[in-house]
């Protein structure tokens, strides 16, 4: 047993130390044009990763040229010169499909991308070759997976959860597909946080103290390269029920957020690149357009963005080709913009913000739409607190600062924040590290409600019944029970977008509009052909609703699905239901029962009322439906417990969550009942689970021998026990029937007068005794007051699944095959990634051999150490090499290099390692010389100390001394005689096994002195008397004897046991004086060879270490 607890033990820690190799967290802040990655390590508190060029942000570009993957400086780089083969503000293309608005934006602003739809999602993918094309999934997925191995180097140790931030606007789908651009990574997320409640969490932390159980309200206004966002966040002190436990602790919740996806940094430089493209070509110093050259314009893209920042601080500047300031830049050498033509231009603020003047007048409308969604006033915000680049911008101070009315807060870092609090968020969830407790609570910015259908009460016709799952600015995470409690047989349901009838019909288009309003749309593998529909009311009780036309890919099958006038007027209604209204909180469950579904149906899913939002947000979400979900096996679930005592049926509900990355999850469906269970099903039951634990408890302490006895007496005594125990029974009977009578007598308990009582008859004492018997009974009962309580019938709830087949609408997520495809796509960029990198690891290892052994090669110690023919034989491989090199090794792989460098070590190796031994064997033997002085000192005082060592001892202690002298005089004089060139016959390593075997005995000796304890004068005295007669006879006994007194082994023994050097006990000081000083061998330096495994270093010779 307790081996086995050993064994536990020891595997627990194995786990832990494998555990707390891996503990370090990290996060990414992801965006459009910057990506920020920062960590938590065990010792190391958050802090920004800095990248291979030693910055604190990494462009969030990727480029392919010529076969090979840059990312970040190297791909801005390539992107320059080659603008179709480097990708940036790839987040901006996430989880859409090719004809959503933002799309095609983006097309025209990067019109040098050739952008495809997917054949089977429609997703966006850049052909990059006519064999090659890549989906935004793989392309923030290897950008991820680069913030990984950058973290990692930074932790020292692998790194494997993470936090990633995202635009708090992300709908579903755009959340999704991060999630499996991480997977492809290999990153475990740990959630998704809103990048406005990283930067709330990063302000918070670091002001704990100044939040009490009032409210503050914040708002954080964040412009960024491609959005701007306004949020208003409360700060204040709650009480949480955690373990069982209260607690009190800061919470911040987020109460209202506006938006503009397309107001940031982006639009401004990209105006200011079309500006001066109209510049140059106005000047007319070349025919060609600068419009149709992509290199021309990545240039001037990259000039205007360096010009936006410099307008920030500056009134004025020159526009200039990155030619007059390339060694500044650290760019590649450009002769000119377009037909090797320099362009310079003057700009000025004024013209800046001219240009821009209508992205100014948008600046607060996220400032009104996170007040309106908030419920808040101006009034009651404490401050406005600014995060990203964007807002560095002076006319965006100007106009912000006007908007509402106070003065504008710089207090936190506007690019890091955002990382830092993410990264905080992962050690909190982080199973290795604890950390201060900051509760969080998100919101809902789009309302996700359920609609279905219902039958009639007379059963017409159905009707159509929708839901609301997350309304406008409804918190999360949370999650959300959707219950159907009408359905009895088999359905499906449909999540969706909720209403937008409050939009004009030509704001918005209607195709995207799905089950939340009423509509008719053709898609095929060429068009959309639109059509436009509205509810057209033919009687008070009859409604014409076209639902749904739908062409599938394949032009041979159409699909038609409607709703047609029925006969007798009864018609349809459609139902919706909130589950997530607008900033709802999140994470949170809820439950949508549907308690009127006797047979299968459907539900949708989709977001909610978005009067909240403005039309070109609407329309950027691409469809407002989110899942239809079918539901089949209602009437057999139902019929299962039709005809069951007590049993009642409380409807089909689906469970609901919003997780805390935002994500709308479907948890499952269930048909819901309620069982009666009367008070004898209860004991009945309560005795069978009485019995089982009982004879179960009885098996657990019973062994098997006794078992068996015990059955063996059960069945030879079995009839005698039954009559046994009737006879004592009745016995027992009539003699509580006597006590009884006693009692009621007012006799003695002990029965002294008993003997009148003997002379009745048998019968009249039997009726005595029964009379006594039932007045004691009456007795008892009005004795007892308290009466049993009556146990009443107890409700069981039952569940039945349901199975619930989901549908998502709009952008679909990678499948199992497509996504394994993807993952084998990155694998092979990231093995020949490593093929590159050790192909030009083994390049330069060679290069530097050659270059290292043909200078070493004319220096006086080679030259004195080789022979002629080795020298030349070395020149001239070295020679061959170096030409190889030029020529047809130029586009050798990575084993070729690694040949040739094992080829010339290995002819090198003589030589460097016999200049080796004569620069090291001067400091080998001085160290060898001092420890035998040293050594020698040692021994001198030890034969003054025959009570603590033995004879033998001392005398091998001096063989050593002895041996080592000679051997060290003897080879000094050979290696004296022989030539620099001849092979060493005193060589280092021989040195050092010398003073490792003189440090073993010294250390050994000074071991068991420190542990000798001086024996009692009259105990001494008594011993020396009795052993003095045979101490000449058997000096080798004495010693054995003096040996077993103290807890040191004696040395006669070649092969005994030295005492454990760390069981030490402290040496009085007089008992040591005559030992030798502790000495250890001084570290020669490193010998000039190319790499240090060719030779053995000097610190393999070992050294004398502490006793």
Avoid at 229 to 252: D, M, W
Avoid at 1060 to 1085: C, F, Q
């Amino acid at each position: 047993m307790r081996l086995l607890v050993a064994v536990w033990v020891v595997l627990s820690l194995l786990h832990v130390v494998r555990h707390a190799d891996g503990i370090a967290v990290m996060s990414v802040d992801l965006g459009s044009e910057w990506m920020k990655i920062a960590i938590v390590s065990p010792g190391v508190p958050m802090e920004i990763v800095l990248n291979k060029e030693s910055k604190r942000k990494t462009p969030a570009t990727i480029a392919f040229r010529d076969g090979e993957r840059t990312i970040g400086e190297d791909a801005l780089v390539v992107g320059v010169r080659f603008p179709q083969n480097s990708y940036s503000y790839l987040l901006d293309l996430l989880g859409k499909s090719v004809d959503n608005p933002l799309v095609q934006l983006f097309q025209k602003r990067f019109p040098y991308y050739k952008i495809e739809a997917e054949p089977e999602r429609g997703t966006v993918v850049f052909r990059h070759d006519s064999e090659t094309a890549y989906s935004v999934e793989e392309l923030l997925g290897q950008l991820l997976q680069s913030a990984r191995q950058t973290a990692q180097v930074s932790a020292g140790q692998p790194v494997k959860e993470a936090v990633l931030t995202v635009p708090g606007f992300f709908n579903q789908a755009e959340r999704r597909a991060l999630l499996q651009a991480a997977e492809l990574a290999g990153l475990k997320v740990l959630q998704l946080i809103n990048d406005y409640t990283a930067v709330a969490l990063n302000y918070g932390i670091f002001r704990r103290k100044d939040f009490n159980e009032t409210a503050q309200y914040i708002m954080f206004y964040d412009m960024g390269a491609s959005s701007t966002t306004a949020t208003v966040v409360s700060y204040q002190i709650v009480k949480t029920k955690e373990r069982g436990f209260v607690e009190t602790n800061p919470q911040l919740a987020v109460l209202g957020v506006g938006y503009d996806r397309t107001l940031g940094g982006l639009e401004m430089q990209l105006r200011l690149r079309d500006y001066l493209a109209k510049k140059f070509n106005e000047q007319g110093k070349t025919k060609s357009d600068v419009f149709g050259s992509p290199r021309a314009l990545a240039k001037l893209f990259k000039e205007a963005g360096r010009l936006k920042n410099v307008l920030s601080a500056n009134a004025e500047h020159y526009a200039q080709d990155p030619v007059e300031e390339r060694d500044s830049m650290v760019m590649e050498q450009v002769e000119g913009l377009l037909d090797d033509v320099d362009f310079k231009l003057l700009v000025t603020r004024d013209d800046f913000e001219e240009m821009c003047a209508d992205l100014f007048d948008r600046i607060q409308k996220p400032v009104e739409q996170a007040l309106k969604t908030s419920g808040l006033d101006m009034n009651v915000i404490s401050q406005v607190i600014l995060v990203g680049a964007g807002t560095r911008v002076p006319k965006v101070q100007e106009r912000l600062a006007a908007a509402v009315g106070l003065e504008l807060g710089k207090s936190i870092n506007t690019d890091e924040a955002a990382a830092l609090g993410a990264v905080y968020k992962a050690a909190d969830l982080s199973t290795g590290f604890k950390v201060k407790k900051f509760l969080t609570k998100d919101a809902v910015i789009f309302p996700v409600q359920v609609m279905f259908e219902r039958e009639l009460e007379n059963g017409a016709g159905t009707k159509q019944i929708r839901r609301i799952l997350f309304g406008p600015m409804n918190p999360y995470p949370q999650k959300k029970v959707l219950t159907f409690n009408k359905h009895m047989n088999d359905f499906s349901f449909y999540v969706g977008y909720g209403d937008l009838d409050h939009l004009p019909e030509h704001e918005i288009h209607k195709e995207k509009r799905m089950w939340s309003v009423y509509e008719t749309f053709i898609r095929s593998p060429k068009k959309l052909v639109l059509g436009v529909s509205r509810e057209i009311e033919m009687s008070p009780m009859t409604v014409w609703k076209v639902l749904q036309l739908k062409l599938s890919l394949k032009p041979s099958k159409l699909e038609v699905m409607f709703e047609r006038e029925l006969e007798n007027g009864a018609g349809t209604k459609q139902i919706r239901r909130i589950l997530f209204g607008p900033m709802n909180p999140y994470p949170q469950k809820k439950v949508l029962t549907f308690n009127k579904h006797m047979n299968d149906f459907s539900f949708y899913v989709g977001y909610g009322d978005l009067d909240h939002l403005p039309e070109h947000e609407i329309q950027a979400l691409s469809t407002l439906n989110l899942s239809r979900v079918d539901l089949t096996g209602v009437s057999e679930a139902l019929s299962k417990h039709k005809d069951a005592h007590g049993v009642e049926s409380k409807g089909i509900k689906a469970h609901f969550s919003m997780d805390e990355s935002g994500v709308l999850l479907l948890s499952g469906v269930e048909l819901a009942l309620e069982k009666t269970v009367s008070p004898e099903e209860q004991e009945a039951e309560a005795e069978g689970t009485l019995s089982k634990i009982g004879s179960t408890i009885s098996k657990l302490f019973t062994s098997s021998d006794e078992k068996k006895d015990e059955q063996k007496e059960e069945k030879k005594d079995e009839k005698p026990e039954d009559k046994a125990s009737e006879d004592t029974s009745g016995k027992e009977g009539q003699a509580g029937g006597d006590g009884a009578g006693q009692e009621g007598d007012g006799k003695d308990s002990d029965g002294k007068e008993q003997k009148s009582g003997d002379d009745k008859p048998a019968g009249e004492k039997a009726e005595a005794a029964e009379k006594t018997a039932k007045e004691g009974a009456d007795k008892a009962d009005a004795k007892n007051v308290t009466k049993p309580a009556e146990k009443k019938p107890k409700i069981v709830m039952l569940k039945e699944p349901i199975n619930a087949a989901e549908e998502r609408s709009g952008v679909p997520p990678l499948n199992d095959e497509q996504f394994q495809v993807s993952l084998k796509k990155l694998e092979s960029l990231n093995e020949f990634d490593e093929q590159r990198k050790r192909r030009e690891s083994a390049l330069n290892a060679l290069e530097s051999f050659v270059f290292d052994a043909q200078n070493k090669l004319y220096a006086d110690e080679y030259q004195a150490a080789g022979t002629e023919e080795e020298l030349e034989k070395i020149k001239q491989s070295c020679s061959e090499v170096s030409d190889w090199l030029y020529e047809d090794g130029s586009e050798a792989d990575a084993q070729a290099y690694e040949d040739k460098l094992s080829e010339l070590k290995q002819l090198t190796r003589p030589l460097f390692r016999r200049v080796w031994e004569h620069q090291e064997r001067p400091t080998a033997l001085k160290s060898l010389a001092e420890i035998l002085e040293m050594s020698s000192k040692f021994l001198d005082g030890a034969k003054n100390g025959t009570e603590i060592f033995t004879t033998v001892e001392i005398e091998t202690l001096e063989k050593v001394i002895k041996e080592t002298k000679e051997w060290k005089q003897k080879m000094e004089e050979d290696q004296a005689q022989l030539k620099l060139s001849e092979t060493p016959k005193l060589t280092v390593k021989s040195i050092t096994d010398k003073i490792s075997l003189l440090d073993r005995e010294v250390k050994y000796l000074i071991n068991k002195a420190k542990i000798w304890k001086p024996k009692k004068k009259d105990d001494t005295k008594e011993k020396d008397d009795a052993s003095s007669g045979t101490k000449d006879k058997n000096e080798t006994t004495t010693d054995k004897k003096t040996e077993s007194e103290q807890p040191v082994p004696d040395s006669d023994d070649d092969g005994g046991e030295r005492p454990d050097p760390e069981r030490e006990t402290p040496l009085p000081a007089e008992d040591v004086s005559g030992g030798p000083e502790e000495t250890a061998l001084p570290e020669p330096p490193e010998p000039e060879l190319p790499t240090s495994t060719d030779v053995p270093l000097a610190a393999d010779r070992g050294g004398v270490s502490s006793g």
